[in-house]
Nanobody
Framework: VQLQASGGGLVQAGGSLTLSCEAS??????YAWFRQPPGKEREFVSA????????TYADSVKGRFTISRDNLQNKVYLQMNSLKPEDTAVYYC???????????????????WGQGTLVTVSS
């Protein structure tokens, strides 16, 4: 099983980026995006459980980021709008099964991880 993340890059504040993550080798019911800002701990960004019916967002990205998925192609996306310098981080996609709502923000809830893609937002 592999998760391949892509779409990171350099963007000016206020701009947009879309991250993609493709899972190969297995189907998952839940996907999530986490990020790790420079010098900080990994933090939860967004999750999509049970094939997309229950999106969850961190307060810091709510209203700006949108998670979506293509269940047929085992892909998950993160549309990021109105980007801020504090969104600068390495973004990771994660996947798992049976993730319950109370545990979506915990990295340990996900068994598989992508390699990370760097998003840099300049001021």
């Amino acid at each position: 099983v592999q998760l391949q993340a892509s779409g990171g890059g350099l963007v000016q504040a206020g701009g947009s980026l879309t991250l993609s993550c493709e899972a190969s080798g297995r189907t998952f019911s839940s996907y999530a995006w986490f990020r790790q800002p420079p010098g900080k701990e990994r933090e939860f960004v967004s999750a999509s459980r049970y094939r997309g019916a229950y999106p969850t967002y961190a307060d810091s990205v709510k209203g700006r980021f949108t998670i979506s998925r293509d269940n047929l192609q085992n892909k998950v996306y993160l549309q990021m709008n109105s980007l801020k310098p504090e969104d600068t981080a390495v973004y990771y996609c994660a996947a798992g099964n049976g993730v319950i709502l109370s545990s979506v923000t915990f990295p340990s809830s996900y068994n598989y991880w992508g390699q990370g893609t760097l998003v840099t937002v300049s001021s």
